[in-house]
């Protein structure tokens, strides 16, 4: 994450609990998100210095325009004009982390050999939150080169029950 992309997010964040709109500001990003995604020369419209200021901001309120918060279309405004275009994905990123560290949320990511079952699901997340003292949204991951086990990523750190992991250690022990 650039120190960019985080000043913008701060800034749009102050400025959405200011108005007492973080959910409409949240809805907003993505959007912006969604149509990014779903149209990559979007960006990149966004970005080019051969296209004229004029008729990129043309482009940022023809798509948004009244689709968005004012002071949202704002900040997307001054970002492009002001050639910072690419940290977009960055910035709502970070708008969206600062959103759940305000309401006392962490991501896990939870990377798994096989999905995890419902129950399994619930389970690992009761234990995450209480052991970090905080509701815990799981983003999962599917890799079979784990070959088994769990690893989990949160709060800067590491927990890897795996069996790829254990197999490592093994064969470092072996080494010495």
Known sequence: MTHTSREYAEALFELAVEEGKTE???????LVEG?????????????SPAI??????GALSAAFQERIPLGELI???????????????????????????RRGESVALVTTAVPLT???????????????????????RVDPALLGGIRVETEGRVMDGSL????????EVMDS
Do not use: W
Not at 24 to 30: I, Q, R
Not at 52 to 57: A, G, I, N, T, V
Not at 164 to 171: D, G, M, N, W, Y
């Open 24 to 30: 409409e500001y949240a809805a907003g990003l993505d």
């Open 35 to 47: 149509q990014l995604a779903e149209n990559p020369g979007f960006e990149s419209l966004l970005a």
């Open 52 to 57: 004229s200021r004029e008729e990129r901001m």
């Open 75 to 101: 900040l997307l405004r001054m970002m492009v004009s002001r050639g910072h275009a690419r940290n977009l994905r960055q910035m709502i990123a970070c708008f969206r982390d600062l959103s759940r560290e």
């Open 118 to 140: 419902e129950t399994e699901e619930a389970a690992l997340r009761a234990r995450l939150e209480a052991r970090f003292q905080r509701k815990m949204i799981l983003e999962k």
């Open 164 to 171: 790829k992991a254990r197999l490592q250690e093994i064969k």
